[in-house]
């Protein structure tokens, strides 16, 4: 039976480019055949339930907006929510979604009770999954809003608070292996500092490196076969966050042991507060073998903070699918929309608008990678760029099998001089812009 929230609305449908259709696809049909493979499983998309179910509109400013039914902290609205999350699901057709504990249930008075709770409603989860339902593309413990967290949660000075913690995450973990999780996420909202002056960077750093190691032994032990990602974010809410961007993650996995064990889910706004584009930190993640996932919500780039907007840019999300596309695409990761509404948007419609139009845009960008990639756009042009390397004296060099004298006495014998050619940039950008 219907809750009745999304009034008479019914299942999103392609209805092509010309379509006037408010709620219907335009370049999203999950049927067209992109490289060889769906579009639906190309862009795997996933809606999130915490900016659209638990969100209540707040900003730093003022309070809730949104007016919801299941707003409030027992169990049965928490089902009601799961009832209007599902029927959403739906409406959009969306093969995926994602959760943190502490959206879908009440906390608890202690942390049995939160984590029988939780079990409840992954069970009410695991009904509605069933028969060609969403899947879940991936679970994640809120290690960051309750004040028990307020010093971090892995990297909290108090080793109890490190416990509490492993605990959430191992019965996240469970509950996420249960419904066929196909990843399983840590954004370590807390893991930072406000002030040095109270803070032993090397022992919180140590912390968190014991930390991801006893989640991944977890994981072997218990055979879970989905991935273990961590989501890089510089600061906010603390002023410095250790899991800053790709590169910083990568050192820290490097050190504590985990590099082919845990991967990264990359938000584009999180690589704009970083100070790098998306697809900086895309093909940085895929040079060093840990892309894994991404969050599609970017930033006003005037704003300064995680505004967490869904996409409308197709030029920019082309461009993040060029480089998910040139990395093999995705394998258990997925495209999530960790985005929310803006506050003045009321209506349960808007929920469907704002998911139908970032999905139209993830496909157009994504349907314009591909035909950068069948045409080897770009491609071709950075061949070219490198091809000096093929010569047999620079594979020499890079192999490691002449020395720094070797080197120098070729150039002085040769009289070698290099010709500067020129990057082309501009020539670049009008073949993008050609496709986009
Ligand atoms: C916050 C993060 C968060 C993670 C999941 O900025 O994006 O929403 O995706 O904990
Ligand atoms: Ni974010
Ligand atoms: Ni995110």
Redesign the pocket.
């Known amino acids: 039976m219907s809750t009745g929230f999304f009034g008479d609305l019914t299942p999103a449908r392609y209805e092509g480019p010309e379509s006037d259709n408010p709620l219907a696809f335009r370049h999203y049909n999950p049927d067209e055949t992109v490289l060889g493979k769906r579009l639906e499983d190309h862009l795997r998309f996933a809606v999130c339930y915490?900016h659209n179910f638990v969100w209540p509109g707040s900003d730093p400013f003022g309070g809730q907006t949104f007016e919801r039914p299941w707003f409030g902290d027992t169990m049965e609205q928490a089902k009601l929510k799961a009832d209007v999350a599902f029927e959403m699901f739906d409406l959009l057709r969306v093969p995926y979604f994602t959760f943190?504990d502490h959206d879908v249930r009440p906390e608890g008075e202690t942390h049995t009770e939160s984590v029988s709770r939780l079990d409840e409603m992954a069970d009410y989860f695991a009904g509605k999954m069933e028969n060609g339902g969403p899947k879940l593309l991936w679970g994640?413990a809120?290690l960051f809003s309750n004040r028990r967290y307020m010093s971090g949660a892995a990297t909290n000075p108090d080793p109890d608070v490190f416990a509490y913690a492993a605990a959430t995450v191992k019965a996240c973990m469970d509950v996420t292996r249960r419904l066929n999780g196909e990843n399983y996420?840590l954004?370590g909202?807390r893991e930072g500092y406000e002030t040095l002056l109270n803070t032993d960077m090397g022992r919180e750093l140590d912390q968190l490196g014991r930390f991801l190691n006893l989640v991944v032994e977890y994981k072997h032990k218990i055979g879970y076969e989905g991935t273990i990602l961590l989501?890089p974010?510089p600061q906010e809410p603390t002023k410095h966050q250790y899991d800053y961007d790709v590169a910083t993650v990568y050192g820290f996995l490097k050190r504590y042991g985990l590099e082919n064990e845990v991967k990264v889910n990359i938000?584009q706004g999180?690589a704009i507060l970083a100070g790098h584009s998306f697809e900086h930190e895309l093909a940085l993640a895929a040079t060093l073998g840990i892309f894994g996932s991404i969050?599609m919500n970017r930033n006003d780039y005037q704003s300064g903070w995680?505004t967490d907007q869904f996409p409308n840019n197709v030029p920019e999300v082309a461009i993040a699918y060029y480089y998910v596309l040139q990395a093999g695409g995705f394998t258990t990761g997925g495209t999530n929309f960790?985005a929310k509404l803006r506050r003045q948007s009321l209506d349960p419609e808007d929920l469907i608008a704002a998911h139908v139009g970032a999905m139209d845009v993830c496909a157009r960008g994504l349907k314009a990678a591909a035909r950068m990639i069948e045409d080897r756009a770009l491609e071709m042009p950075l061949e070219e760029r490198y091809a000096g390397w093929k010569d047999a004296e620079a594979q020499a060099m890079l192999k490691g099998e002449r020395t720094l004298e070797e080197i120098a006495e070729r150039v002085s014998r040769e009289g070698t001089d290099p010709h500067p050619r020129s990057g082309q940039q501009e020539k670049l950008e009008n073949i993008v812009n050609k496709y986009v």
């Open positions: 915490w943190h994640t809120n996420v954004w909202g989501e974010k938000e999180h969050d995680d960790d």
